[in-house]
């Protein structure tokens, strides 16, 4: 009696750690697939305009700079930094941090724009 005991001990013992070796295999599969590409969003006001520059930079290959040209021209003369940001996400990034351009002349300071930091997953 004991040693049925003992086999199906180590039985489900064994069962439980092929089971957990199994899923980290997948876990670590899946991590190896997703890869996350970071945006660094630019947007400031120009001096009596309403209208909004955006500087879009996506890394240093020569596609993410065309890329990111191509975002920079397509966003720049926007009215605000919600449809800026907006866009961005309906291209599948998402906000991960927001940083604030100021600048100080003869003691008197203020914001001169804001810098999304976005990120998006991708599957190679």
Known sequence: MKKTICFK??????????SNLY??????????????????????????????KVQ??????DEQIVKGKELSELLTDKKSYASVLNFMVSEGFELTDTLILS???????????????LKKKTVE
């Open 23 to 52: 899923s980290q295999t997948q876990e670590t599969e899946k991590m190896k697939e997703m890869n996350d590409t970071y945006a660094y969003v630019s947007v400031s006001g120009k001096i009596f305009s309403k209208k909004l």
């Open 103 to 117: 600048e100080t002349t003869n003691g008197n300071g203020g914001t001169n724009g804001i810098v999304f930091i």
């Open 9 to 18: 001990l180590l039985f489900f013992t064994l069962l439980a750690c092929n």
């Open 56 to 61: 879009v930079d996506l890394g240093d290959t």
